[in-house]
């Protein structure tokens, strides 16, 4: 007997709804100000740990780590920074499903898949930099090998948020009416910036 398709539509409608978006928003806040919070422990640059996302050598990273509490660094990403993943993914994948409308679910449903391969590459990035920055606890160096693959996932992580976010943009635009279309002017606005800061970091 064939195997079942898997089906997305109680995924999707999940997702889409006001319940779901509303209580993974309000992690992402949170979330949000706690990594600030914490952040500010590790460095006091304020883009240091996106900054050290995008290193891709030994080198580049060692020098922006050089002056961080390691220990702190590896506790942050450890917890938040694996929690984190999940709620940003969560928000652009259910804003989109519930604008979109469950019409495009089944055959235009990429921009979900986008959402949660950007938090997969996310997950990642982390474990990488965390084997990356081992070395360094102890005076030594970073693994370069690690830190460049968890470069490369961090491009990938950024290039899915943008990408995923501008989805949901369109679709909240064209949606129609002013809550909407002003949701889909914040989403784009958002994809600009965050491609922009880490265009601007690379």
Do not use: C
């Amino acid at each position: 007997m064939p195997a079942k398709s898997w089906n997305p539509q109680p995924f999707l409608q999940a997702l889409s709804r006001r319940a779901t978006i509303g209580i993974s928003l309000a992690a992402v806040a949170v979330l949000a100000v706690i990594f600030r919070v914490w952040g500010a422990l590790v460095t006091d640059d304020s883009l240091g740990i996106i900054r050290s996302q995008v290193t891709f050598t030994a080198e580049r990273f060692d020098a922006v780590v050089g002056t961080w509490n390691i220990a702190e660094f590896i506790r942050l990403t450890a917890t938040i920074d694996f929690i984190f993943p999940v709620a940003y993914a969560a928000v652009i994948a259910g804003v989109w499903a519930r604008a979109a409308g469950p019409d495009q679910w089944a055959r235009f449903s990429w921009p979900v898949t986008v959402a949660f391969g950007a938090a997969a590459a996310d997950w990642l990035e982390n474990v990488l930099h965390l084997i990356a920055i081992e070395p360094t606890i102890s005076g030594g160096t970073s693994i370069g090998v690690a830190v460049a693959l968890g470069s490369v996932f961090a491009v990938v992580k950024w290039i899915g948020i943008v990408v995923a976010l501008t989805a949901a943009a369109v679709a909240a635009w064209k949606r129609g009416g002013p809550k909407w279309r002003a949701i889909g002017v914040v989403l784009a606005g958002l994809a600009g910036a965050v491609a922009g800061v880490v265009a601007s970091l690379i």
